[in-house]
């Protein structure tokens, strides 16, 4: 079975059974399920976070140990580079400040999804006149 992020969240375990002396009894078990993932995504390019079940999400830059608020269900977006539709929080044209960890939090304050988003270091494309030194290959 494959986990998805959508998956994250509180599940409740009941069981019944009956007793030597033929009483039914119950047992309740609770389990959260937090799912941990890490991405990476192209500086200009968006990244698409699922947050259909959450109440807020908090970014915690590479270079901070302080966690701040990026999206709370009751105020939506907190910026015009954010859209939030379909249980999805889009940030549109990815920067190198919004590499860091994301947790998206139920509305218990439980985490659901922690996802360490790094800037992809793809291929560079140089023109002739940019290129160190002047060099070309």
């Known amino acids: 079975m494959d986990l998805k ?11 019944y059974y009956k007793t ?3 009483v039914l ?4 078990r609770t389990y959260q399920l937090h799912i941990h993932d890490e991405i990476s995504v192209k500086i200009s390019e968006e990244l698409k976070l699922d947050v259909p079940n959450a109440d807020k ?3 915690q830059p590479k270079s901070s ?4 608020e990026v999206w709370k269900r009751s105020s939506r977006v907190q910026c015009n580079r954010m859209t939030d539709t379909d249980g999805n929080l889009i940030i549109k044209v990815f920067t190198a400040s919004d590499a860091g960890t994301y947790r998206v939090l139920d509305f218990e304050r439980n985490i659901l999804i922690t996802v360490t ?3 992809s270091k793809g291929k560079l494309n140089y023109m002739a006149d940019d290129k160190p030194n002047g060099t070309v290959k």
């Open 20 to 22: 030597t002396q033929s």
């Open 25 to 28: 009894e119950q047992q309740i």
């Open 5 to 15: 992020l959508s998956d994250a969240g509180k599940y409740i375990l009941r069981i």
């Open 117 to 119: 988003v790094t800037e």
């Open 65 to 68: 140990t302080e966690w701040s």
């Open 57 to 59: 999400v908090e970014h």
